[in-house]
C-alpha cells in the first residue's frame, strides 16, 4: 500500500456515495434499544418506498446523546443534520416517508442544543459519522495519512516532539506528560519493545472509551502505530475489558481489515516499519488499569500490581521497556500529527491542553457524552449542555473521577475543569466520568458506595488497602446504621490518611478519596448520624468496657 | 531419586499422552485447538480461560487441569488466575442469567432498588443461582451503558432504563409466571 493507492481508496469510497445518509447509530447503548432492528426496517422501508437510488442507510458509531437513544441522524436533506431522537423499530416507515415531506411524529432533536454546540470534537470526531466495521469510511475521511506522514517525514525524535509541544497528557486520569513517556521509552535501550493501549475502562459511570473503540478503532490503531513508530517498538497490545464485547468485535474486525491492506503488519506504507497489534481481553479486575498490574495481566497473570520503580518505560512488559497509554490518549495522535503540536496546545488551558471526554450521567437531564476543551466551567458542562437536574431538582454534587475521585459540591460548579483545579478541590480529571447527584442523594451511602467497591476491587496484595478498605466499609455501615459517634468518624480520618499514604499502588492510594471529599463539603451529613459517646472511653456499648 | 519418581509416574497418568480428554468430551479438542492457536504460550492463559468459560459455560476444576497441563502451568498458578477475576464462573450458572449493573449511574439512579426486587422475588442473593438452576442473579460492576442507566443484562441483552417492576416482570416470564 502506497500513499496513492490510500487516496485512491478513498476517492472511490466517496464517490459511490447517495444523496441522502441516513446514519444510524449502532453503539452498544442505542443497540440495547434493537438499534439493529430499527436499521433493518429503514432499509426495508427506503427499498420499499423506491428510494434507493437516492437514500442509504449506514452504520455508524456513538452519536454521544446516549440518554435520547436511539438515534437516527440524516444527511443531505436540508444545511443542517437532522436527528430523530427515541427511535423505535416500528417508526421506520414514517422516518423514510418524512424524507419526501410527509408528517411524522418520531421526536426529533435540536441540532443546535447546547449539548451539540458547546462540543469541540477530536477524539470523538468521527463519532456517529463513519462505520466503524469499514476501513474504507476511515481512509476516506483522511484515515491512516498521519501515519504515512509520521513514517515518510517526520524522524521518530520529531514525532516525539510534536507530542511533547503539543502539551497532551494522559487521559487516563493521572495527567502525566504524554510526550515525556513517550521520550523516556524512546530512550530507554532494548531491542524489543512494547505498546499498550489500556482500554480497561474500570470506572464506574465512565463508557468515553468504549463508545471510542467501538466508533473508530482504527484513529486508535493509527495512533498506537505512531507511537510504536516513535519509540521503536514493533509489537502493540490493546487490552479490552470482557464487559465490551461489541467493542471487541469491531476491534477484531478493524485489525483484520488494517492487516489486509497492510497497514498493519510488515512493510507499512513500504518502509522498513513493521508494527502488529494484539487484543487481549481482560476479565473483570478493576485494579488492571494500573499499569504494572494491567501489565501482569497482559501477562497471563494474576492482575496484580508491583512497586515502581522500576518504571514500564524502563522495564515493562515481559521486562521489556513499555509504552503504556490510555485510549483517549492515542486516539488524539493523529490529530497533533495532521495539524501540529501548536494547533494542539492552543486549545485549553495553560496546563492542560486540548480536549477531554467526559461520560455525563446520573441525575441529568441530558445524558450522554462529551468533548470539550479544557477549562469549560463545570456549570456549563452540567448546566447549559447537561440541562441541569431533571423533575425540577436541584444538582447537590457533580463526582468526577470514580473511585478514585471526589465529590465536587454544587458551590464550586464555577471551578474549570483542569488537572489542576479539579485536583485543588480534592477531586481528580479521571478518566472522564461525571455522575451529577441531586438533593436526594445521601452522600454518606455515594462514600460507602465506592469503599465497597475499593473493598471489592482491591487485589490483596498489600495490607493497607486490603484491610483498610474493609474496615473502612464497615465504618461507613456503622454510620448508616446509626450506631457510631464522634470517635469512629475520628476513626476513619484516621484510615483514610493511612491507606492514602501508605498502600502499594494507586487503587489503595486512591480509594479514601470519596470520603475525604464528602467528609470535606458534606460533613454535617456524616454529624446528623453520629451517636452522642455516653459511655466513656467506649465507643460503643457493644464494645467491652475498659478494665 | 525414589521420592520423585511416583510423581513422574503420576504424571503419565493425567491426560498429556494423549490431546483427548478421558471424557471423550469434544469440547476439550476445541479447547485444545484453541491453545495450539496461541502455540500454547502461558500468556494466553486469561485467553484460554475465556474460551474455556464459553464453551463450558463455567470452569470446573477439571477444564482447569487441562489447561494447567496443555500449558505447562502450575494448576496453583491457574486456579490463583480464575478466581483473581470476576469474570470466570467456578460454579454452573442457571438457564437464565440477570445481571444488574451497580456502575455509579446505575446506582444513582436506582439499580439497588432493582437488585432488592429481584432479591424478594427469587429469594436469592447476588452470585447465588435458584434452587431448580432456573435463573442466577448476578451484579456488574460498570457496563459502560450508563447514558441509559439503570441497564441490565438478560441472557446476554442489554435492556435500558429498567425498572424493579420491568425486572420483575422479565424475571418471572422466565419462570412461567
Known sequence: ?547 | MSAISPIAEKKDVKPAAGSKHASGDKRFKILEVHMKKHQFKQDALIEVLHKAQELFGYLEDDVLLFVAHHLKLPPSRVYGVATFYHFFQLKPQGEHTCVVCLGTACYVKGADKVVAAVEDLLKIKPGETTPDNKVSLLTARCIGACGIAPAVTYDGQVAAKQTPEATVARVNSWLGI
Not at chain 1, 442544543?113 to 458547546?118: E, S, W
Not at chain 1, 446509626?482 to 487503587?507: F, H, I, P, W, Y
Open chain 1, 1 to 547: 500500500m502506497q500513499i496513492e493507492d490510500l487516496k485512491a481508496l478513498a476517492e472511490k469510497h466517496k464517490s459511490g456515495r447517495k444523496k441522502i445518509t441516513m446514519r444510524a447509530c449502532m453503539s452498544a447503548g442505542c443497540m440495547s434499544s434493537r438499534a439493529d432492528v430499527i436499521k433493518k426496517n429503514l432499509e426495508t422501508a427506503v427499498k420499499e418506498q423506491g428510494l434507493e437510488a437516492d437514500v442509504e442507510v449506514r452504520r455508524v458509531g456513538c452519536m454521544g446523546f446516549c440518554g435520547q437513544g436511539p438515534l437516527i441522524g440524516v444527511d443531505g436533506l436540508s444545511a443542517k443534520e437532522k436527528l430523530f431522537e427515541f427511535v423505535k423499530p416500528e417508526d421506520a416507515n414514517a422516518i423514510v416517508a418524512s424524507l419526501q415531506g410527509a408528517p411524522c411524529e418520531v421526536q426529533v432533536g435540536n441540532p443546535d442544543h447546547p449539548f451539540f454546540a458547546k462540543q469541540f470534537k477530536i477524539v470523538r470526531a468521527n463519532g456517529g459519522i463513519i462505520d466503524p466495521e469499514k476501513i474504507e469510511d476511515y481512509i476516506a475521511i483522511g484515515g491512516y495519512t498521519a501515519l504515512h506522514h509520521a513514517l515518510t517525514e517526520l524522524p521518530p525524535a520529531q514525532v516525539v516532539e510534536e507530542i511533547t509541544r503539543s502539551g497532551l497528557r494522559g487521559r487516563g486520569g493521572a495527567g502525566f506528560p504524554t510526550g515525556l513517556k513517550w521520550g523516556t521509552v524512546a530512550k530507554s535501550p532494548g531491542a524489543k519493545k512494547y505498546i499498550i493501549c489500556n482500554g480497561d475502562e474500570g470506572d464506574p459511570g465512565a463508557f468515553m472509551d468504549r463508545s471510542v473503540l467501538e466508533s473508530d478503532p482504527h484513529l486508535v490503531l493509527e495512533g498506537m502505530a505512531i507511537a510504536a513508530y516513535a519509540v521503536g517498538a514493533d509489537q502493540g497490545f490493546l487490552y479490552v475489558r470482557a464487559e465490551y464485547p461489541l467493542a471487541i468485535s469491531r476491534l477484531q474486525t478493524a485489525i483484520k481489515q488494517a492487516k489486509q491492506l497492510g497497514l498493519l503488519g510488515s512493510g507499512i506504507f513500504e518502509t522498513p516499519f513493521n508494527f502488529n497489534v494484539d487484543i487481549r481481553i481482560g476479565a473483570g479486575a478493576f485494579v488492571c488499569g494500573e499499569e504494572t498490574a494491567l501489565m501482569a495481566s497482559v501477562e497471563g497473570k494474576r492482575g496484580t500490581p508491583r512497586p515502581r520503580p522500576p518504571f514500564p518505560a524502563e522495564s515493562g512488559l515481559f521486562g521489556c521497556p513499555t509504552l503504556i497509554n490510555n485510549v483517549e490518549t492515542f486516539a488524539n495522535i493523529t490529530a497533533i500529527i495532521n495539524r501540529g503540536g501548536e494547533w494542539y496546545a492552543g486549545i485549553g488551558t495553560e496546563k492542560s491542553k486540548g480536549t477531554k471526554v467526559f461520560a455525563l450521567t446520573g441525575k441529568i437531564s441530558n445524558n450522554g457524552l462529551i468533548e470539550v476543551p479544557m477549562g469549560i466551567p463545570l456549570r456549563q458542562i452540567v448546566e447549559e449542555m447537561g440541562g441541569g437536574a431533571p423533575d425540577g431538582r436541584k444538582i447537590k454534587s457533580v463526582q468526577t473521577g470514580g473511585p478514585s475521585g471526589g465529590c465536587i459540591p454544587a458551590a464550586y460548579l464555577d471551578t474549570p475543569v483542569d488537572y489542576e483545579s479539579l485536583g485543588k478541590l480534592g477531586s481528580i480529571m479521571g478518566s472522564g466520568g461525571m455522575v451529577v447527584m441531586d438533593d436526594t442523594t445521601n452522600m454518606v451511602e455515594i462514600a460507602k458506595f465506592y469503599m465497597e467497591f475499593c473493598k471489592d476491587e482491591s487485589c490483596g496484595k498489600c495490607i493497607p488497602c486490603r484491610a483498610g478498605t474493609a474496615q473502612m466499609e464497615n465504618l461507613l455501615n456503622k454510620i448508616l446504621a446509626r450506631q457510631a459517634t464522634a470517635r469512629d468518624l475520628a476513626k476513619l480520618e484516621e484510615l483514610c490518611d493511612m491507606v492514602k499514604n501508605t498502600s502499594l499502588c494507586g487503587l489503595g492510594q486512591t480509594a479514601p478519596n470519596p470520603v475525604l471529599s464528602t467528609l470535606k463539603y458534606f460533613r454535617s451529613e456524616y454529624e446528623e448520624l453520629l451517636q452522642p459517646d455516653h459511655f466513656g472511653p467506649r465507643a460503643h456499648p457493644s464494645e467491652p468496657a475498659p478494665k
